[in-house]
């Protein structure tokens, strides 16, 4: 009876036997990066904008404060995008016919808003509260990087719910005095201002317990 | 070749096994060669028959059946079915657990009675471990299934996600997972094993080009040396040694998914042993009701004796009691608590609007059963196919009376409320009947359903005998 | 469910017949016009927010295309796409991206309007409240107040002017108008048909208009009305004065056919004053109450005496108390059975032993007479001046409603009608039949209908202008009390929808004012000269000060009780006397496209979407009819064929249909549903009507009730006691059991910090609903239609359980809210296979939609079976209106995930934040002051029955209800350990009916 299979084969099916094994682990492994790639977190991805604003410029260069635009960062759970008027209120003056900034004009004149594209943007169903972040002293730069560098803002963090709950779970390395939760730079420690009153935990200000943070990871924290 | 490494049918089991009365396990005059041509011929050279054609057919199209329903399912969501709030669960879970109740007889005859040395199972494991795996195929369909969001069904698995989180390993339903899973990979693995000898047979048996090759990568060169059979055989043995607990463990847990909860007629410590009883009960007759039409349409009356349909019956018979015996621990547990919703659901059972289902079943997991005790029944094939499907049917009442009729008079009566079936549930479920049979048409057509190799391992037996 | 606005596509979708009325040729033909098509496809939104089979075809595709790709995996290998966010230009004064602004209004009622405090977020109005300022409200509301949010967002509101049913514009309309007038120089002709208005303004103009067009007539009608209330007034009391109660002053107090706690403009007052006087925080003696009704209502739930008296035993009652009473004039009815005289006997003495501090009130519907009986009553108890008190009505002078759509119908006949505006009213509907009105109202030279929608009278009229919903609107209006208060707009009109004061302005000012501006010259010579100052304050406030008016004391006419014909009960006993009564959710049907209260079980019969036949245990019994049996009702020649309900505890002898269906053109919602009750009503307007006739056909039609067992079966379920019994042994009021904690298994979590529970007390709860539907509204809890209820898969956060006590002629109803009992040892969290339900450390149990996939493990292991899932996807999440009313605090759940109560957790979280932000310098624990943090259903509650609160704090309401001796846990021998808790439900019988 002639052979069927070439004796290759006995090799051939060895390997394919252990092969599986490795080709699903490899898939598995695939996957595992893709939902960590910036692909999919779009972390370090440039996102165009319909004016260049550069926080490089106005927040580095000039010095800007965050809150001269982002209002509403201490008093609501939206930072707030400025209005118009808020560029208005320098471009009126300053660069006032420079083409760059002529959707920012038209926008004055039609009162139609500036489309803006969202860089940090949470699913629907997560409710994040900046208000209570700032004022528990976790700086800016915890979460939005420098963005003092940024030319157009890009992500610098995942924003998967593991890293939310890393934070929620050990704040202290993310705890800034008031002072310097709006800084982009690092903060020299203990700082005069609270040493007084300060817990030293490990020679660091331990701001948790000074602020008494009890930051929670209940579900309904950010769910509900 | 096969008495060097004959690895169970010690001579004193071989004669406390025939010397039992009975008629044999193997019609006498059988000869390796017999046995071989008789079984392998389905296979290989009588072609395929006009009854299979129109089996096939038939299942094919229950398929589909099944294919619009879960389409139309994940399409519109769980509200095509009759489940509501009480009644969270229905004929999904219902089918679930009846389906893995059938799938239990494969790995009981193969494993457990090989571990015991039963030399009568072997006519009959082959095609029940294959009942066993494409049951619990169907079972596995539905905890998918009744899913409100099957698309994330694989949050039920531990794996490192960007939520870090894990699945809540308190939940019987993990459990389940855990279980459901390992009982498939095992029962598939002992099945293919067991199967390699006999690939190997066909493969050297078929005319056809393709089936040899096709038979030849699934024998995985299998030549039959005695190192071959030194391995195969502790290699089966390991794996009956392992799928053995696995009887008794997945039922256990299938118990667990009801006994865990407080609901009134869940909430009950005798769920687990009870289930397995159940199963095996329905698992046995399950594989009457292939047996004993296979039997007849392929002329197996040789290898599928008369004593096999009696030791199945009697197991049936065994298995049976201990249901029964729930049924009745259920009833006194409902008294004996002394607990108002306890005692509501017993009474609610027998006198609720869906009594005639309990009745029904008691009719046909309890009293048809006793029949068993005349033996003219047992041994008579026809009789003994019409108790084992009353037996099928009995069961699945029972999974009804138990998830429907606890759930949906439960703690507070301003909830109470009746769940009726819509065409979308009984079309799932003949869906998955259809399933069942399209793949067992399958196996009967494509690979032995008598196991050659240890019927010849039997021929030798009785040739012995005679010779002793 | 077709929707009589929608383009001829449209209308074939929703498979409406080929012969069309006039008013659809017009539409055929302009659908060929493009840019008209194209503005009816973005006008009306195709999607009805009620599931039905047609939905399910139009939805399969895109679903299939969704599901494939989900099973494919795909949804997870692609990042989010980038979101556009759209900054304000010019970012409006004192508004905080992100953070809710409130604003005091008023929502009018022809009966009296209800402060109310609406929350806007970013501009859109998504919830209101009461307005704790505002007399009729005191911080609470009502069911119709809370669902009046979706009214202002509902997509089949008309919305643009229209002639014969086609688009036109005001222009057009005035130029008709005017027209017509000028003709008409007097106003010969010209006639207005309103409901009675509350608004100051809506008065001047109509002063105004009269003073211009001294011929014009002006008809007040309303279907539900005080027609008869009034007569008797003026007969008893010479005047036409309305009756303010004071029920926290009344000891005793007999409700005659008088639902004086859910339904009337001062309801939610009424429930509040008289709650107060009962439960575990009562000030004062328990008061007690007894109700003579014919159908069961929550007034009579709530009543510690409760007897059944068909409608025509009425007076014979009134006259005998009245007699005993020693009312002069009056000879005491003949006697009747045993337990009438000691019932009867028993009121009166008590009320005579509670002279001055007792209330008889009667129903509003009642005849005249027993009205003007009442009134003699409760003078000669001494009741006028101290528990009640008349002023002038609210609603100015109010007229026999009926004679003035007589009036006006024979006006029509006479061809003498040039002029027809029908402001707010729908009499093609809800007109007696015999008045013929829609063939009348084809007489009109000119018909203008006004109203929120193109209703069965709209389509009888040439012209239609679209109201616009009170929160669009500027406006003023009185409460029950004649407190006044401003009606503000918090939003721009949504559509072209005008305001009554803007639609007659152009009928009387040369120039047309807009509405701000003629409510502000309403009250200019009011406020006189610190005019701003008063003007800011009311608006603030949301209440006019001191603009109530002052209490009359009329005297009592000596024919108030005698000369009065005793009416006759109907002799026939298989007839019935068959009682119309406004519907307890929809009311008189101009909230019948209202899905929230489609949906919302009625109090006593928890039927939804529907009206039925009610009918006593004993009648059905002898008529071999049960409940969903189709019964053919036969009255006044006209006849329909309904499901009948058996309601226990309605009196025999009588049935109830209850108004506000069969709407044949409400909208998608509403229209088809039921039957039409109005065609029953005599033409005297009166609300009973003689001689039914009731049989069985042999169908069945199965009725959408949430809840179709109502005895409690002895469980630990509901605990009820009397006063007496609690004051002798405090202790005895619940089982031994009760009072021992059991011991559990599980670990003690400690709770340090907050600990959120709630304790409802039984002996306020009135089962008014106003819970169930503030539950609905804040957090966006969709409509599930008929045919889901039916399968009992509807979707509130929190019901309203019924139970029924004693015999099924005469039970006693026991209202339980019921709503996620937060257990702190929860089955439901053990059973999740993905931790989708959990504990948080201030005790919730929580549930994570966005986790959630749908085994449905927890709902089977809920005890209290509080769970809700979306079998199907309920939300609509396509209609775009829809989006606008959503709450954004709280997450839209969409198909296949469970859903429940979570304490109103979105409001816990912004408390918890801001008490952290304030208390961050100090570093000491947040604190969140007692009373300042309200669930939706407790905020809502007229009787402030649900308390919520931390019960770590020992100070807070909710741990000294939990302290009480009357507090006790649902089902609690599970060991659940209930963090909502209920307190037993303490009656007031008398000793001497006891």
């Known amino acids: ?224 | 070749m096969a008495i060097s490494v004959k690895p169970i049918a010690e001579p004193p089991a071989a004669a406390e096994l025939h010397g039992s009365p009975g008629s044999p396990v193997l019609a006498p005059g059988h000869t390796f060669t017999s046995v071989t041509d008789q079984i392998s011929a389905i296979v290989l050279t009588r072609g395929t028959t006009r009854g299979w054609w129109v089996g096939f057919g038939i299942s094919l199209f229950f398929v589909n059946v099944l294919m619009v329903c879960v389409t139309y399912l994940i399409a519109t969501g769980i509200g095509i079915w009759g489940n509501n709030i009480p009644v969270g669960w229905g004929l999904d879970i219902l089918n679930f657990v009846w389906w893995i109740g059938i799938g239990h007889a494969g790995t009981l005859i193969s494993a457990v009675l090989l571990l015991f040395n039963q030399s009568w199972r072997t006519s009959i494991n082959r095609f029940a471990e294959a009942m066993t795996l494409f049951a619990v195929a169907c079972a596995g369909l539905y905890p998918l299934l009744h899913l409100g969001r099957i698309w994330v069904f694989y949050w039920l698995l531990p794996y490192p996600n960007t939520m870090g989180l894990w699945p809540q390993f308190r939940s019987a339903l993990v459990w389940d997972v855990f279980a459901v899973s390992t009982y498939l990979t095992v029962s598939l693995l002992f099945w293919y094993v067991g199967l390699i000898p006999d690939l190997a047979t066909l493969r050297d048996r078929t005319q056809s080009r393709v089936g040899r090759v096709v038979y030849g990568i699934l024998a995985m060169g299998w030549r039959g040396s005695a190192r071959h059979w030194l391995r195969f055989d502790a290699a089966y043995l390991l794996l009956a040694g392992i799928a053995a607990p696995l009887v008794v463990s997945v039922h256990t847990v299938v118990g667990f998914d009801f006994a865990t909860s407080i609901v009134p007629g869940w909430h009950n410590t005798i769920f687990p042993p009870y289930f397995v009883a159940g199963a095996i009960y329905s698992g046995f007759a399950m594989v009457l009701t292939l047996a004993i039409p296979l039997r007849a349409a392929y002329g197996l009356q040789d290898f599928i004796t008369e004593r096999h349909l009696e030791n199945m019956a009697k197991v049936m018979l065994a298995t049976g009691l201990m249901v029964a015996y729930g049924y009745v621990m259920e009833v006194f547990f409902g008294w004996y608590s002394a607990n108002t919703f306890e005692q509501y659901v017993v009474e609610n059972r027998a006198i609720g609007p869906y009594a005639p289902a309990y009745w029904a079943l008691i009719l046909c997991n309890v009293l048809v059963p006793q029949l068993l005790w005349i033996r003219r029944i047992r041994i008579n094939p026809i009789s003994l196919w019409v108790i084992a499907i009353v037996a099928n049917i009995g069961m699945w009442l029972e999974r009804f009376v138990i998830i429907v009729t606890s759930l949906h008079r439960d703690y507070l009566p301003s909830s109470w409320a009746m769940y009726y079936p819509t065409v979308w549930d009984w079309g799932t479920f003949v869906g998955s009947l259809g399933l069942f049979f399209f793949l067992l048409f399958l196996f009967i057509r494509f690979l032995p359903m008598i196991s050659i190799f240890e019927m010849r391992e039997l021929v030798h037996r009785t040739e012995e005998e005679h010779d002793g | 469910m077709s929707c009589p606005n929608k383009s001829p596509t449209l209308v074939q979708l929703a498979g409406a017949p080929r012969e069309l009325p006039q008013f659809w040729r017009s539409l055929e033909e302009l659908a060929g016009d493009p840019d008209f098509a194209a503005r009816l496809a973005q006008e009306f939104p195709r999607h009805a927010s009620v599931w039905d089979e047609s939905v399910a075809d139009r939805r399969r595709f895109l679903q299939l295309m969704g599901a494939s790709l989900a099973l494919a995996g795909a949804q997870g290998c692609s990042s989010p796409p980038p979101e556009a966010i759209m900054p304000y230009v010019r970012q409006p004064e004192g508004m905080t991206p992100g953070v809710p602004l409130h604003f005091a209004t008023a929502m009018p009622r022809s009966d009296g309007a209800i402060g109310v405090v609406a929350t806007s977020h970013m501009g859109r109005p998504t919830k209101v409240e009461g307005n704790s300022l505002h007399p009729a409200s005191l911080g609470a509301t009502d069911a119709m107040a809370q669902a009046s949010v979706l009214t202002l967002y509902d997509p089949d509101r008309s919305q643009t002017v229209a002639r014969l049913g086609v688009i036109a514009t005001w222009g057009d309309l005035l130029g008709a108008i005017r027209g017509a007038l000028a003709s008409a120089p007097k106003g010969t002709g010209v006639h207005i048909l309103s409901p009675p208005s509350t608004s100051p303004t809506l008065a001047r103009q109509r002063a105004a208009l009269i003073a211009k067009y001294p011929q014009a007539k002006w008809h007040s009608y309303e279907p539900a009305g005080r027609d008869a209330a009034r007569s008797a007034a003026i007969a008893a009391l010479g005047e036409d004065v309305q009756p303010v109660y004071r029920f926290e002053a009344a000891d005793v107090v007999l409700a005659i056919d008088a639902d004086f706690l859910c339904a009337g403009g001062g309801a939610v007052r009424y429930a509040h004053d008289f709650m107060s006087r009962r439960g575990v925080e009562s000030e004062g003696a328990p008061n007690r109450l007894y109700a003579i009704e014919s159908a069961y209502t929550p007034t009579g739930a709530a009543a510690d005496h409760r007897l059944r008296l068909r409608p025509s035993g009425m007076e014979a009652f009134a006259r005998s108390l009245a007699s005993r009473i020693g009312v002069p004039g009056v000879d005491e009815a003949t006697p009747t059975d045993g337990a009438y005289a000691k019932w009867l006997s028993a009121v009166a003495s008590d009320l005579q032993a509670h002279r001055g501090r007792s209330i008889v009130v009667p129903g509003s519907h009642l005849p005249a007479s027993v009205q003007s009986l009442v009134h003699a009553i409760n003078d000669a108890l001494g009741n006028v001046g101290q528990t009640v008190t008349f002023i002038a009505p609210p609603a100015g002078e109010t007229v026999d409603g009926a004679s003035a759509l007589r009036e006006l119908t024979d006006a029509l006949n006479a061809d003498a009608v040039n002029l027809l505006l029908i402001l707010d009213a729908n009499p093609v509907y809800d007109a007696p039949v015999a008045l013929q009105f829609g063939t009348a109202l084809r007489q009109a030279r000119l018909a203008v209908h006004y109203g929120l929608y193109q209703d069965e009278t709209a389509e009888l009229c040439p012209w239609h202008i679209p109201a616009t919903h009170y929160l669009e609107s500027w406006s003023d209006a009185r409460a029950y009390d004649g407190t006044a208060a401003i009606v503000q707009p918090l939003i721009a009109p949504l559509y072209e929808g005008k305001t009554v004061h803007e639609v007659l302005s152009a009928l009387i000012d040369p120039a047309p004012m807009s509405s701000y501006d003629l409510v502000r010259a309403t009250w200019q010579e009011a406020f006189g000269d610190d005019f701003d100052m008063r003007w800011h304050a009311a608006l603030r406030d949301g209440v006019i000060a001191d603009s109530q008016p002052a209490t009359i004391t009329p005297t009592l006419q000596p024919s108030a009780a005698s000369g009065l014909a005793p009416s006759e009960a109907d002799a026939n006993s298989d007839t019935f006397e068959l009682i119309l009564a406004p519907d307890p959710s929809i009311g008189d049907g101009r909230c019948a496209n209202n899905g929230w209260l489609q949906e919302l079980p009625k109090p006593l019969t928890k039927l939804t979407w529907e009206n039925a036949v009610l009918m006593a245990p004993a009648d059905a019994q002898r008529l071999g009819i049960e409940t969903d049996d189709v019964v053919r009702l036969e009255c006044n020649g006209q006849s329909v064929t309904a499901p009948a309900c058996i309601m226990p505890g309605h009196a025999e002898g009588c049935v109830t249909c209850y108004l506000g269906y069969g709407r044949t053109r409400a909208g998608r919602i509403g229209t088809g549903l039921g039957f039409n009750a109005y065609m029953f009503r005599p033409a005297n307007g009166g609300y009973v009507a003689r001689g039914a006739k009731i049989a069985k056909t042999g169908k069945r039609s199965e009725l959408a009730r949430t809840q179709k067992h109502h005895e409690f079966e002895g469980r630990n379920i509901i605990h009820q006691a009397t006063v007496a019994q609690f004051a002798a042994d405090p202790q005895s009021v619940l089982p031994a059991a009760a009072h021992h904690p059991l011991p559990s298994l599980l670990p003690d979590v400690p709770y340090d910090g907050f600990a959120w529970g709630m304790a409802i007390d039984l002996s306020k709860c009135m089962g008014c609903n106003a819970c169930v539907i503030a539950c609905q509204a804040e957090n966006n809890i969709p409509i599930v239609g008929k045919e889901q209820v039916v399968l009992s898969r509807e979707m509130h956060w929190l019901r309203l359980d019924l139970y029924y006590a004693g015999r099924p002629e005469d039970p006693e109803a026991i209202h339980q809210p019921m709503l996620c009992q937060h257990c702190e040892k929860a089955p439901c969290e053990v059973v999740c296979p993905v931790a989708a339900t959990t504990h948080s450390d201030e005790g919730l149990n929580e549930m994570t939609y966005n986790r959630c996939i749908g085994t449905r493990y927890c709902s089977n292991n809920c005890p209290y079976k509080v769970r809700r899932f979306n079998f199907l996807q309920y939300t609509d999440e396509e209609t775009p209106v829809l989006k606008l009313l959503r709450n954004p605090e709280v997450t839209v759940r969409s198909r296949g995930v469970m859903e429940k109560c979570t304490y109103c957790v979105q409001r816990i979280n912004h408390a918890r934040i801001d008490a952290k932000k304030s208390a961050v310098e100090s570093g000491a624990p947040p604190v969140i002051a007692d009373g300042s943090l309200e669930t939706a259903c407790q905020q809502a509650c007229p009787s402030e029955a649900i308390v919520f609160g931390d019960v770590n704090d020992p100070k807070s309401r909710v741990a000294k209800l939990k302290a009480d001796p009357r507090n006790y846990g649902v089902l609690s021998e599970l060991g659940t350990q209930p963090r909502t808790s209920y307190l037993v439900r303490l009656r007031n019988p008398n000793p001497a009916l006891g």
């Not at chain 1, 070439?6 to 996957?31: D, E, K, Q, Y």
């Not at chain 1, 972390?43 to 904008?49: C, D, S």
């Open chain 1, 1 to 224: 009876m002639p052979q069927i299979f070439h004796p290759s084969m006995n090799t051939i099916s060895r390997a394919s036997i252990f092969g599986a094994v490795f080709i699903l682990a490899g898939v598995g492994w695939l996957l595992w990066l893709l939902y960590r790639s910036s692909y999919y977190t779009q972390v370090g991805v440039v996102r165009p904008q319909p004016v260049e604003f550069s926080h490089e410029h106005h927040v580095g260069g000039l010095g800007i404060d965050c809150r001269y635009c982002h209002t509403s960062v201490e008093s609501s759970s939206f930072a707030g995008i400025p209005p118009t008027q808020i560029c208005m209120q320098c471009h009126s003056q300053i660069w006032a016919d420079s083409p760059k900034l002529e959707a920012v004009r038209a926008s004055f004149r039609t009162g139609q808003s500036i489309p803006w594209t969202r860089v940090h943007d949470l699913p629907d169903y997560v409710y994040f509260d900046h208000s209570i972040h700032i004022s528990k002293g976790v700086g800016c730069i915890a979460c939005h990087g420098r963005v003092d560098n940024m030319p157009l803002m890009w992500r610098v963090e995942t924003l998967h719910m593991q890293w939310c709950v890393d934070c929620h779970r050990d704040p202290a390395p993310h705890l800034r005095p008031r002072d310097m939760v709006f800084s982009m730079s690092d903060w020299p420690e203990p700082t005069p201002t609270v040493a007084s009153s300060a817990k030293i935990a490990n020679g660091k200000l331990d701001l948790v317990k000074i602020r008494n943070i009890a930051s929670g990871t209940n579900c309904s924290v950010c769910h509900r």
